[in-house]
């Protein structure tokens, strides 16, 4: 494939690796990383154009069509106001940023100059994701009474050759914690089940983890459409579970992100019913993201997880720490 479109990716760490890999089929790619190893690693392992340390000074030098901005969440507002000036699409990891402040400005500025922005909730692209929000459309466990959503993992797992306490997630000032890095399942719910009305959080420490951000969320959540959503997010449980389950009228649909399955109880027959997918099929949602983002691009079309999208979840986010700290329900306007 002719390469025709340019992009800089800004962070060259975990993420920003896994898009590189994957944008690179579609775009020639320069990149903007402050650690000289991870310059120099990425260089040796990937097809890159032109390295810089200052995003600023490739942004000053190039033309890029896009920038991925797969740093950790404090930077990614003054990257995306930087990058909008220079008239470039954005595809910016999720969370959108630390909080929704400053977003609404810079939707707006897209919108006028019909830049392309893209917030990289990646989950809707697994395909046992699309399964499981087809089945819950069709009412397959009829009217829906509640859901439960599990997300925990153990920090110091995520990456063996990196102390967690460096990371920028044991860091509250960089953007990290339980409920900023897995927001994931908060687009979810809004995804496949409906919009949030009213939060009802807490936010907090409990584990030895040493860390200032929060290793863990507990949320309750009053949907428009009635539904209540208990919520349980943290990084210091030993065995990685992600799950959602849904209890209907005729039965409950159980999605596993850990076991790679759909269950469904039939009330009616009072029988379980499993749908297996793989590893594979997870860790699809990344070059199917990056070609979703590319065609929008090519086709100059506006993308589904938008930012004015994102901000419903970065709303979410906002409430539930503001909950957390007054103590109080609060609810979203
Ligand atoms: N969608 C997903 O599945 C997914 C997975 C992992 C991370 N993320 C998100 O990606 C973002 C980054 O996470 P990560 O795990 O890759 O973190 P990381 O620490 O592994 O990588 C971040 C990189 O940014 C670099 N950096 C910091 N400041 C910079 C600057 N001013 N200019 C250029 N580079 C700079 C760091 O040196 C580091 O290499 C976070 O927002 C995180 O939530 C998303």
């Given amino acids: 494939m002719k390469k025709i479109k340019k992009l800089l990716v800004i962070g060259a760490g975990s993420i920003g690796k896994r898009q590189i890999d994957n944008f690179s089929k579609y775009f020639t790619i320069d990149i903007a990383e402050i650690r000289n190893d991870r310059i120099s690693e990425t260089v040796k392992n990937y097809n890159i154009n032109k390295s810089y340390k200052d995003y600023k000074k490739a942004l000053t030098n190039e033309i890029y069509d896009a920038v991925a901005i ?24 999720k969370p959108l940023g630390m909080n929704s402040k400053g977003w609404s400005d810079i939707y707006k500025i897209c919108k006028k100059k019909k830049l392309l922005n893209y917030v990289a909730y990646c989950h809707r692209f697994i395909p046992y994701v699309e399964d499981f929000k087809k089945m819950v459309r069709k009412k397959l466990i009829g009217n829906i009474y509640c859901a439960h959503l599990k997300w925990s993992s153990y920090l110091p797992d995520w990456h063996k050759n990196e102390n967690y306490k460096d990371f920028y997630m044991s860091k509250k000032s960089q953007g990290g914690g ?12 809004q995804y ?13 420490n409990i584990s030895e983890l040493q860390m200032t951000s929060d290793d863990c969320f507990f949320g309750i959540l009053n949907l428009k459409n009635n539904i209540v959503v208990q919520l349980s997010f943290d990084l210091f449980s030993r065995t990685p579970r992600i799950y959602l389950e849904i209890t209907g009228q005729k039965g409950t649909l159980i999605w596993d992100r850990v076991n790679h399955s759909i269950s469904f109880f039939d009330r009616k027959k009072t029988k379980w019913n499993k749908k297996e997918y793989s590893l594979k099929s997870l860790m699809s949602m990344y070059p199917r993201q990056a070609r979703y983002f590319y065609e929008c691009l090519i086709k100059k079309k506006q993308c589904f997880n938008n930012i004015k999208e994102a901000l419903r979840t970065q709303q979410v986010i906002d409430a539930a720490f503001k909950s957390s700290e007054n103590k109080k329900i609060i609810k979203i306007s």
């Fill in 192 to 204: 496949i089940l409906g919009d949030v009305k009213k939060v009802n959080a807490l936010v907090t």
């Fill in 178 to 189: 339980a409920l900023l890095d897995d927001s994931h399942g908060i687009d979810l719910i």
């Fill in 70 to 93: 797969t740093v950790p969440p404090h930077l990614h507002l003054s990257i995306a106001k930087y990058a909008v000036k220079k008239n470039c699409a954005l595809f910016i990891e």
